[in-house]
C-alpha cells in the first residue's frame, strides 16, 4: 500500500518540481509545531487550566528555540516561491489582481474552519460553565498564530515591490528600531515596525534566490557563519534573550516583536537552508521519501492552523482521568517533564492526524480553478 502511494505520488509530480525547496517548507512547519508542542504547557491550576513554557523554569533550554524556531526558513522558500510565481503570472499576462487572490485564496481558505471551530467552541465552553481564563488561554493558543498569516498576506501582496529589495535595507531598519526602543527613554511601540521588516528580510532573500543569486554555496555559508556570529555577539555581549522564542514573563521577548537576534538568526537559518538543498534534493528522488514531503505540503496549511488544537484534544482527554497527567497538565519545571512531554508527543500526531483526515479539503482550491504554485 505504501509503495503504491508512493508510485502515485511519484507520477504525479511534474517533472521539473524542485523537491528540495518543498523539503525545506516542510521541515519549517514541523518545526513549528514540534516546538510549540514541546514549549508549551497547559497546567492545571485551581480547577482552571493555564499556559506556562518550561523555558522559564529551565532556561538552559533555550538552544532547543535555536532547532525549533524555523519561521525564517519558510519565509525564505515563500519569498522564492512568490516572486518566481509573479513573474510567471506576468509572462502569462495574469493580472496583479488575479495572482494575489488565488495566493491568498488558498493561504486563508483552511482559515475559516478553525475560526469557526473554535469560535462555537468557546461559546459552548462558556456556555456550560467553563472558566473563563480557562477559555481565554485556549482560545487565545489556536489564534495567535495567526499574525504570521497576516504578515506572510501583507509581504505576498507587496511582491511586486519587494521583489528587487536588497536584504540590507530591512535588515537595517531593525537595527535602527531596536536601537531607538533599547536605548534611553526609547518607546517600546517603534519595535513593532520590526513586525513587517525582520521577516522581510528572510522574504527578500528569497526573492533574491529566484532571481538566481544566492545559487553558491558561499553564499549560503556566509550567510549561516555572519548569521550565527552576530547572533552571538548580540547574545553574549548586548543583552539579547538566549531563547529565539518568547517565554511568559521575560522582560524582552525575540519574537513579539521581532528583534535583531532573531533576524540575525533567521539568517543564519537561511544559510544552513541552502546549504542543505543539494543533499534533500539528493534524498527526495527516491519515491518514499519524496511521497512523505509532497503530502506534508498538501496539508501544510492544516497542520500549522490544528497542531494546538490537537495538542489541547490530547490535554482535554486527559483530564477525564481526574487528576493532573505528568508532562501534560504539570508545572513544566524539571527534566522530568521535559521527558513526559515527549512521551505524549505520538498522542499529539496521532490527534493531528484526526484534524487532518477532518480538514485538510479546505486547501484544495474550488473544482475547476487553478493556483499558482
Known sequence: MVSELSRRVESATPAGRDRGLDALRALAIGGVVLGHWLVTALVLDSGALRVASPLRNMPYL?????????????????GQLAAR???????????YRRWLGARLARLFRPVTAVLTVWTLAAAVMLALGADLATVYALAKLVWSPLWFLLVFAALTALTPLVARLHPAWPLATVALADLV????????????????????????????????????????????????AATAALVLWAGYPASMVGVPGAPVSNQSPPTLAAVTFGLAQCGAALLLLGPLRRALSRPAAWAVVALANLSAMTIFLWHQTAMIMV????LLTG????GL?????????????????????????????AFHARERPPRGGGQPR
Not at 538552544?63 to 525549533?68: K, L, M, N, V, Y
Not at 528569497?206 to 538566481?212: D, F, K, P
Not at 490535554?315 to 486527559?318: P, Q
Not at 487528576?323 to 505528568?326: D, I, K, M, T, V
Open 323 to 326: 487528576r493532573a497527567l505528568p
Open 315 to 318: 490535554s482535554a482527554l486527559g
Open 181 to 228: 526602543r533599547f536605548g534611553p527613554g526609547g518607546p517600546a511601540w517603534i519595535g513593532w515596525v520590526n513586525l513587517a521588516a525582520g521577516w522581510l528580510v528572510p522574504y527578500c532573500l528569497g526573492a533574491a534566490w529566484a532571481r538566481g543569486s544566492l545559487r553558491s554555496r558561499a553564499a549560503g555559508w556566509a550567510s549561516l557563519l555572519g548569521g550565527a
Open 85 to 95: 510565481s509573479h513573474a510567471s503570472a506576468r509572462t502569462r499576462d495574469v493580472t
Open 62 to 78: 533555550a538552544p532547543a528555540s535555536w532547532i525549533f524556531q524555523t519561521m525564517a526558513v519558510f519565509f525564505l522558500v515563500g
Open 329 to 357: 497538565h504539570t508545572v513544566p519545571d524539571g527534566p522530568g517533564w521535559v521527558l513526559a512531554r515527549l512521551a505524549w508527543l505520538p498522542a499529539f500526531a496521532l490527534a493531528l492526524l484526526v484534524c487532518l483526515a
